[in-house]
């Protein structure tokens, strides 16, 4: 079956850098999306990587492996506005988005 | 505002009742979706139009039927409504179809239905 994993919930410190992993088991795959969503309000898009290595946006960056079914998303100079969560999307063979259940970062000042 | 707006935010509804929720882009954007959101917060693809065609149309119940009457629109009608349908539905456009080449989702607000 298609499965996406990423923690539950990571607390991080104001200022600091936090790296939020997911791997994914797809048939196929046509890259990987990365979104954010605060809390009673839409996902967001981040970011989109369908080739291995790093691409980087400001104090968001995210990575990918392909060979490892693996991606990051990492986030530096962390602000309290950056309190939400972060879900991971891989797109299968047929274009569907598999969806991981979110990671829930909470921000500490 | 170029957007994907969706109406109501808001249903508050009781056990067998009918209610549409109706949404709208003003991107341009050749497909759109609905999208359940559970109180696990996984995302489930209900429906997917693409030019007023569906193209996706996964196992929800045929209570839920899908409406486009053109390109910018799709709307979700709900017949008969069960207390697991309680949910946040999300209304979504994409230039091209989900995830090809790149093209992002663009996520309407939400619209939290409570059941009772």
């Known amino acids: 079956g298609q499965n996406i994993d990423q923690p539950t919930e990571m607390t991080a410190t104001e200022g600091a850098i936090v790296q939020i992993n997911c791997t994914y088991q797809?048939?196929?795959?046509?890259?990987l999306f990365w979104y954010q969503q605060h809390a009673g309000e839409a996902p967001t898009f981040l970011s989109y990587?369908?080739l291995d290595g790093l691409e980087e946006k400001g104090r968001f960056s995210s990575f990918l492996s392909r060979s490892k079914g693996y991606s990051y998303l990492l986030l530096k100079e962390l602000q309290m506005k950056d309190s939400a969560s972060y879900l991971c999307?891989?797109?299968?063979?047929?274009?569907?988005?598999?969806w991981g259940a979110g990671t829930k970062l909470i921000i500490k000042p | 505002d170029t957007a994907v707006s969706q109406t109501p935010k808001y249903l508050v509804t009781q056990m067998g009742n009918d209610k549409s929720i109706k949404c709208e882009q003003n991107?341009?954007?050749?497909?759109m979706y609905w999208y359940k959101q559970d109180s696990k917060k996984f995302l489930k693809i209900m429906f997917s139009?693409?030019?007023?065609?569906?193209?996706i149309n996964e196992t929800v119940p045929n209570r839920f039927s899908p409406k486009s009457p053109d390109k910018a629109h799709l709307n979700l009608h709900i017949n008969s409504l069960e207390l697991g349908d309680s949910a946040v539905y999300f209304c979504?456009?994409?230039?091209?179809?989900?995830?090809?080449?790149?093209?992002?989702?663009?996520f309407g607000n939400g619209t939290r239905l409570t059941v009772t």
């Open positions: 979504a456009s994409s230039q091209h179809v989900t995830g090809e080449g790149g093209s992002p989702l663009h």
């Open positions: 991107l341009g954007h050749d497909t």
């Open positions: 139009y693409n030019n007023k065609e569906l193209i």
């Open positions: 797809t048939s196929g795959f046509n890259g």
């Open positions: 990587n369908v």
């Open positions: 999307a891989a797109v299968d063979s047929n274009y569907q988005l598999i």
